[in-house]
């Protein structure tokens, strides 16, 4: 695999942490919860995923029996929220998806979670923009 098509691979599975996913083993377990982590052998820990004994609050699967991992829960779409703030701040908008943030005018930095960074008018219209966003993708 060549070295970008890697690094694009595990960049989407870091994209799936914290997030509800689904897993399925080789044996045929599966395992539906949130994930909490992820190494490059595949290795998995989910959390809140019901089980025959339910004392169980957290389940590490080892890699080399993972068979499929599914996100279940739709991801946030940084891309169309930056588009929606480059209609108001034209030519000022870069998507950092390395961080998983846009960052408007090299000083207000908005995640999924909303105005990471940044202050002033700038950033309380960004704000809005964001909660705009929000309640029309729910």
Known sequence: MSAFAFRKFAEELVTMVGRRVAVET?????????MLGIDENMNVIIENAPT???????????????????????????????SK???VFPGLVRMR????????????KVTEQGVAEGGGLAAERVKTVYDEFVKLSK
């Open 26 to 34: 080789s044996g045929g377990n599966n395992y539906e919860g949130n």
């Open 52 to 82: 025959q004994d339910s004392k169980v609050f957290k389940v590490a699967i080892n890699g080399a029996f993972v068979r499929e991992i599914k996100l279940i829960e739709k991801p946030f779409d940084l891309k169309a929220l930056a």
């Open 85 to 87: 703030i480059e209609r």
């Open 97 to 108: 998806e390395d961080i998983g943030a846009i960052v408007v005018m090299d000083k207000i």
